[in-house]
């Protein structure tokens, strides 16, 4: 797992690096800009023009001495486009210097790589006209290096920004990179720490990216019998989506587990006791205690329950692992107030999902982070799995992010399989990994997948 941070926490790395770590804000400039330098150094000498976009915070100031060191190194193809402002302390000393060497200013961006320097970490609010412009002139080049974070990248992720080949950031990545559609606007991502003491500080607690690395599956006992490696409860399907909960069974079977019971609507049950050998299949009626399992799994293909019928059903479960997902989600807003406190509840919208869950809970749908901290806490401290090809989890305070885009996944049924691999490892960070996993090895076996497919290759790397 990779810390994450916000801007706040990194403008505090920053002061603290300075106030506690007695650390010269000069001289981790000097340091940031020196690796900084030498990651883009074999960019620059093969441009024909390179311009240096500096504003004048100390986003600019990095910008200027980068500028600086290529100058001094004996590249003299580069213009500096300075954009003037309240100029920083530390923005003034790296202006003098440029000045003094002679280093050619522009007030033209025609050139076919730029370095972005123009707002780094003390970007708020909305960008002026004046730099939307500017942003437009940056994003006119053939190739766009941002210096910490594209300038003008917003956190909440409605931004008008620069759009970025490439982004080098300080210390942490920002969460900002993997809110909304931003992520479309770094580009390749490379970390460099200038000199901070990483480990001493404890800012970026609530975020991290997670990955392949973090897979940590329950190992399974050669001598363990059905009975000891779990018994999910699944309920779900219609006469409409008589596929869903079909997927989500032989997910859960080829994650490991031991015993299936799908209870479905009394319109398909034929369709699926017929057609699967391994569950057992019963009527929603039959669901009346959660005594013989381990975990629920409500939603998938689910049309013809009521709310308090959901709602009855979730509370059933209420110190076990609940996944609530698909039809059983958009149930979940109208009866919030009827979930038991002790509830362990996961759901698992995608964005259309969401989008709806806020409408009902009225939530501002402005900020992604803040949306999902209030539909936890009127969901009784739900666990949130948001999907898309960012998947953020938020569980207890902390958020976790999972960026390994892969169209393939998104198939029908995908959700379905995903669903079951959480109720069956009643762990939501470890079902998005495995489901991310067997969607990249099922696309290198196959190229586009069904889900059957998907749930073979579940099974393959369980
Ligand atoms: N904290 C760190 O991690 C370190 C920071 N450094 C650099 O310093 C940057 C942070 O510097 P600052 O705190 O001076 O901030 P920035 O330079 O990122 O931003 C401040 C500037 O942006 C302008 N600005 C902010 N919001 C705006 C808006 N809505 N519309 C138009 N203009 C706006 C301000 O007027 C000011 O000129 C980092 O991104 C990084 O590049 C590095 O020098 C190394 C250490
Ligand atoms: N481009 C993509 N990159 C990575 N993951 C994706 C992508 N598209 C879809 N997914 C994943 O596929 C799953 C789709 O779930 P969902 O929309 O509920 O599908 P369905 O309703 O068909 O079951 C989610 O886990 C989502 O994160």
Known sequence: ??????????????????????????????????????????????????????????????????????????????NIYFVPGHQSKENK??????????????????????????IGVGFSG???????????GINKANYIISIDCPSGLKEDGNSYCVKANETITFGYEKVAFYIGSNINYVGKITTLNPSFPLTSISLSDNYRR????????????????????????????????????????????????????VFTSPEIYEVV????????????????????YDSLLIGPGLTDLSGEEVIKLINLFNSKCVVVDAGAIKLLGENCNAISDNSNIIITPHLGEFR???ATLNIDSSNTLTSLIAVSKALKGATIVLKSSITIIYQKGMFYFLNE??????????????????????????????????GRSAHERFGFFTCEELIDEVGRIR
Request: proline share 3%.
């Open 1 to 78: 797992m990779n810390n994450l941070i916000t801007y706040k926490s990194a403008k505090e790395l920053d002061i603290l690096s300075q106030e506690k770590y007695l650390i010269p804000s000069l001289s981790l400039m000097e340091s940031a800009a020196r690796c900084f330098y030498s990651a883009i150094k074999d960019k620059l000498i093969n441009s024909k023009l390179t311009i240096f976009v500096a504003g004048s915070g100390n986003n600019g100031a990095d910008s200027l001495a980068v500028a600086r060191m290529a100058y001094c190194d004996g590249i003299k193809n580069i």
């Open 93 to 118: 000393v790296q202006y003098d210097i440029c000045k003094a060497l002679e280093i050619p200013f522009t007030d033209n961006l025609d050139s076919e790589l730029i370095v972005d320097g123009l």
């Open 126 to 136: 909305e960008l002026s006209q004046e730099k939307r412009n500017i942003v437009d």
């Open 210 to 261: 997670i990955s392949y690395s973090d897979i940590n599956l329950r190992k399974i006992d050669d001598r363990e019998y059905k009975n000891k490696k779990g018994h999910v409860a699944i309920v779900g399907g219609s006469k409409e989506y008589s596929g869903a909960v079909r997927l989500s069974e032989r997910a859960v079977f080829k994650c490991g587990a031991g015993l299936v019971t």
């Open 273 to 292: 006791a017929n057609e699967n050998l391994s569950p057992i299949v019963k009527k929603f009626e039959d669901l009346q205690s959660s005594n013989s």
């Open 356 to 358: 709806a869950l806020l």
């Open 405 to 438: 885009p892969n169209p393939a996944l998104g198939v029908a049924g995908s959700g379905d399989v995903l669903a079951g691999l959480i109720a069956c490892l009643k762990d939501p960070i470890q079902g998005v990994l495995l489901h991310s996993l067997a």
